[in-house]
């Protein structure tokens, strides 16, 4: 069906109106902090082959888990098996290619007289569904057991109404049912609601001229990013990554590694060299490293490109089975965040080789989550805290990097110091910038964070981050950053160093102190204007001692001037000392 | 009386007599550089036609300086104290919300801080969640703050430090040294400016007022001296505030954050006027422009409230009318998207250059070319024929820049950035509406502003309002509303706990202690207690949730029965906004606001005799429109607005032309002329009809 461009872009704007309702529905309704204050959740359509159309959220990259939450559905409940009113749930990353267990996903099927014409699907992260330690996400886990109730595609909510016994089942596997629960339900009502207003539109433009604009869309987000892919010179390049070990074996660096290979239009990313799949739970299922490597793509070419299905059609992968991003059945996955993050770097790095124009340092690595368990949260009930621990952005040929923010998904997550400590029996001693934790550069990287916590109750930790070891590489003559740590009672005899990826039971008046990394540097440190050099001490970014080591400019303590001269002749020689 | 609208083009001016209701209107330049001058020369027009100082008995003003000093990164040098350790809080900025482009863009940065870390101290000191001091407050500390900012040129300090809301003594104490050692300093206290829980939020508005206070100060110091030298006496001087309500002159210093939306909320207020004396009870108002639309909603009789603000990318918590604003409106752009598609802003071509049409070296086709195009407007009828307009230098554009490129004809291309343009608003008003959980079908839409009425009966017919209300004047309705409210201050205390277990004697006494506060500053404003009407709210929420709904409080000493009547109320509430409830669970209180009004003299709007005769009294001629639901021109009667009048009936296809807006009537839609002079457009509510989901 060929549509003029003006019904399409009406329709068009009508869809992404449509996800944006259930976006607003799902973060209006959730009830654990984690979606109302991380927004760690999307929601969006997909067409009647699960082909993602439009994702809504801070989460872009859930894009390809919807088409295998779809097909993960359509696997165990033929079409034909399907009634209007069906709500499913899944939350088993080998059956719908979400990230992780606590990850749930609904999946509506929308019918429009009688047919199926697309499903509205949301996943949004769970604050416990069971597994090791309180938040699911444990460091000893083995396997995919370990983390957690394994749903597999079942109907959790019918034109008659929800499906008690599943529901059930639900509550009983989690330390906290009643959150759980009431998020769940919110995410089921926003994939409702989008159904109801596609049909709504199919009555007012034909359900032939949604689906037309619905291919639109696929088939210009492909054609668009082909279009750049052209531009670029047709090459191999490659880059490489590490995570410090897999939890597991703490001896052991997992590499990510990728080709990337640019002929004409097409670009393969081939992840062969990355290192196999691991026992520690840092595994990301190749669904999930697809998608980051597609926001990585995007990012070095044009960001305005729609995220839809329409990217996978663009870029080939070449991923063997087994790898650390394809993991086989059962092996763990909770702590999949940081090798996404790594996932996207690396791409990044590699593709920002053959589109220099776009190519940026990289971020922090490092990102990941917290989790604390309580036995009595102030309500009185068990409760978990959970945060998402992010990093800073790299410096690009414009500016410096963001400061304290999501990478790959710049949206900052950062729970509210006020609202934590009347939730939960702790108090944050320190929510600061980090000195010095930002790569040198000509343009400098973003300025990572410190966070301390002082626990008032005995509790359950578990400290999900990465990269202690290895960090960020800088760009063009930058310098990488400060790789993240975490301390256990800092400035005391008892001080000890966590690793990355940690579970430890504490006792009331342990403190933990997070530094979370800074981004990476573009350019060489000492083409840095001496004056915005100067301001970064002034501002605390950058220490008097640092300024001098790594930009070349000679600040005196005392007065906090410049001293001109001597930083002439120190740059001229380089910063040899 | 006499309001004054400043606005990034012009200075609207309304002056009602009060006796006979009859009022005059004049625009003047703005003068950004010294907006008051453009202030006094609206006034001087007003006295320059024999209207004698004495006799301006009220002046009400809507000022955006306050507004473009963040817009322009141009307040003032400020300085600002924090609890030890707590650098971040400001630098995260953990309210963040970027655009779909920006959250996957390596280039994206935060907006600016107001006030750089090295303006920034940390001071030791710290209270807990229920207001215990954990580390008192260093003194010494402050001092040397004090110290350090001084030899930094500050003029300005904010002081936020955590859970100041629960306990404001640390921040008290500070002001006290502060204002010992730094006398001419204004201080801004996070306790003061908003008393509630999340420190991001409060600091970024604290920041703001500091960084702005000082600013309207001397605007306002200014302003007050300049109206005395032109012998206007009347101590009735009024700034207009985002919340909708009016300001004493002599106190807007203290509030500078109120006076940011001051434009947009004066439009809101016109249009719950106008609700008010037309017997709506539910209804939007629409007031598009050159460059931009504002809607807005009117729920009962009562206008909606936010307290998530921003004004360029700076968060801001205070409450202000909930407006949404879209870059949508005459001077609006139309070019194609690298997918191939129409697009329609949100960049606009402002007054200069302008639409194409104006024939001032604009090349891209814009919303007032495409409306030029199809018949809407007139060469002739803008600013009653003041302002010429070229329609071969609109089709030029329109062909050059979409028609020829998509391979369409000049007026579908026309249609299609009208289809578009209208789309845009529809869905901004429709999510405002699904957001509140409101059906459009109880609804009217008050369209004004110069391209409101031209675009409302193809709004409210897709989203199914019965309604369109066109106010007697489009194009200075904002201004009008300068005289319609009254004094109102809000204040807020944010006390959480679970609301069974919550004491109902303190939350009688947290109620006593704002309306103590709200009461004297009534009386340091100059009113007497005796004239304040107090009402109370809560903010509920279920145990957990991140969201918070307002319901209303009985003005009392509490029972224990209040508390369950107000659960019951949360529930109901929770139920139409999201369509779910749990009266099983229990509530927890957040936080208590006191609204404080205070009734000042309003303009009434005059009824109009009927006249003799047929609306055809003032048919002009006839000409040719596009029919967007046919696709093709159709003939359309053209009356003069200004020759009709009450009881008049006219029926669509019809265009009504007057000084400052068009009104389009569409086909099979009815207009009557009301007995205040305004057009109530019956649309018959065709269209989508989705209902509010």
Known sequence: MSLDPITMEVVLNRLVEIAAAMEHALYHSGYSPILRESQDGTAGLTDADGRIVIVSGGLQYHSLPYYHAVRGVLARYPAAALREGDTFIVNDPYKCGSPHVPDMVTVTPVFYRGEIIAFAVSVAHKADVGGLVPGSSGAGAREIFHDGLLLPPVRYWTAEGVNEAVEAIIRNNSRVPDVVIGDLRGQVGCTRLGAARLVALCDEYGVGTMRAVMSHLLSSTASRLRAELRHWPDASVDAEGFLDHDGADLEAPVRIHVVATKEGDRLTLDFSGSSGQTRGPVNCVSPAAQAMALLAVLAATDPTIPVNAGLVEAVHFVIPPGKVVSPQFPATLNHYFPTSHLVYSVVLAAVGQLNPDRAVAPSGLGTGAMAVGYPRARSGKPMVQYELMVTALGGTSRHDGASIVLPMNHFTPSTPVEVIETEYPVRVKRFDIWQDSAGAGQQRGGVGFVREYEFLDDCTLTVRTSNHRFGSWGLRGGKGSRTSRTVVNPDSPKSEELGPLRTLQLTAGTVVRLQQSGGAGYGAPFERPVELVREDVQNGYVSIRAAAEEYGVIIAPHTGEVDAESTRAHRIRGGSR | ?693
């Not at chain 2, 191939?340 to 049409?357: E, H, I, R, T």
């Not at chain 2, 929770?574 to 606001?593: C, I, K, M, W």
């Open chain 2, 1 to 693: 009386m006499v309001g004054i609208d400043t606005g990034g083009t012009f200075t609207d001016i309304v002056a009602m007599e009060v006796r006979t209701g009859s009022f005059r209107i004049s625009k003047v330049p703005s003068v950004p550089q010294d907006p008051s001058t453009a202030v006094m020369n609206a006034l001087g027009e007003l006295l320059g036609v024999g209207v004698r100082p004495d006799e301006v008995s009220f002046l009400s003003h809507g000022t955006t300086v306050a507004t473009n000093a963040i817009l322009e990164g141009k307040g003032v040098r400020a300085g600002l104290l924090i609890t030890k350790g707590f650098r971040a809080v400001y630098e995260a900025r953990g309210w963040s919300r970027p655009s779909a482009v920006d959250l996957i863009d390596p280039f994206y940065q935060k907006p600016p801080l107001l006030v750089p870390q090295k303006l920034t101290e940390e001071i030791e000191e710290r209270v807990d969640f229920a207001g215990e001091v954990v580390t008192p407050l260093n003194e010494d500390d402050v001092r040397r703050a004090v110290r350090r900012l001084q030899a930094q040129d500050v003029e300005a300090v904010a002081v936020c430090y955590l859970f100041s809301f629960a306990n404001s003594a640390h921040e008290e104490r500070t002001a006290e040294i502060i204002r010992r050692e730094a006398p001419r300093w204004r201080v801004s206290l996070s306790s003061r400016v908003l008393p509630v829980i999340r420190e991001y939020p409060r600091l970024s508005t604290t920041v703001l007022d500091a960084y702005v206070g000082p600013i309207i100060g001397r605007y306002v110091s200014r302003l007050a001296d300049r109206i005395i030298e032109q012998k206007v006496r009347t101590p009735q001087v009024y700034l207009m505030q985002s919340n909708g309500g009016l300001m004493r002159i002599t106190v807007a210093a203290h509030f500078p954050n109120q006076t940011l939306l001051s434009g947009p909320a004066a439009g809101v207020v016109a249009g719950t006027e106008l609700a008010r004396v037309t017997g709506e009870s539910h209804v939007v108002t629409f007031d598009m422009g050159g460059t931009s639309t504002d809607l807005s909603l009117i729920i009962e009789g009562r206008t909606q409230e936010t307290s998530e603000g921003r004004i360029a990318g700076q968060d801001i918590g205070t409450l202000m009318l909930e407006v949404r604003t879209l870059g949508a409106g005459g001077g609006t752009i139309a070019w194609i998207g690298k997918d191939g598609l129409l697009k329609v802003g949100p960049q606009s071509a402002g007054a200069d250059p302008g639409p194409a049409c104006y024939g001032r070296g604009g090349q891209d086709p814009t919303v007032t070319d495409a409306n030029l195009l199809l018949g809407y407007l007139s060469p002739e009828s803008l600013l009653g024929g003041k302002m010429r307009v070229d329609p071969t230098l609109a089709r030029d554009a329109v062909k050059r820049r979409i028609g020829d490129p998509l391979g369409l004809n000049v007026t579908e291309a026309a249609a299609g950035i009208i289809r578009i343009v209208n789309t845009h608003m529809e869905i901004s008003l429709r999510r405002a509406l699904q957001e509140r959980g409101q059906d459009p079908r109880k609804y009217a839409l008050i369209a004004f502003g110069g391209a409101g009425p031209l675009h409302a009966g193809c709004l409210a017919a897709a989203l199914s309002i019965p309604r369109v209300l066109v106010p007697v004047h489009p194009g200075i309705t904002s201004a009008l509303g300068l005289l319609q409210t009254h004094v109102k201050h809000s204040y807020l205390q944010s006390s959480v706990g679970l609301l069974s277990r919550f004491p109902v004697a303190r939350m009688s006494t947290l109620f006593a202690q704002l309306e103590a506060r709200a009461v004297q500053e009534a009386q340091e404003e100059g009113f007497p207690a005796t004239a304040i009407r107090l009402t109370r709210q809560v903010d509920l929420r279920y145990l957990h949730q991140g969201y918070q709904l307002s319901v209303d409080c009985p003005a009392r000493t509490l029972a224990d029965t209040d508390k369950s009547a107000l659960k019951q109320a949360f529930d109901r509430l929770h139920d139409r906004l999201y369509g779910q409830s749990a009266p099983a669970e229990d509530a927890e209180l957040v936080t208590f606001r006191v609204l404080a009004e205070i009734p000042v003299p309003r303009a009434v709007l005059p009824e109009l005799p009927p006249r003799d005769g047929t609306p055809d009294r003032a048919l002009v001629g006839e000409r040719r429109i596009f029919d967007l639901e046919k696709g093709q021109f159709v003939a359309a009667r053209v009356y003069d607005r200004t020759r009709l009048a009450p009881r008049d009936v006219l029926a669509g296809p019809a265009v009504i032309e007057q000084f400052d807006s068009t009104t389009m009537l569409l086909a099979r839609q009815e207009a009557r002329v009301d007995r205040f002079g305004n057009l109530m457009i019956h649309t018959g509510g065709a269209g989508y009809t989705g209902g509010a989901g």
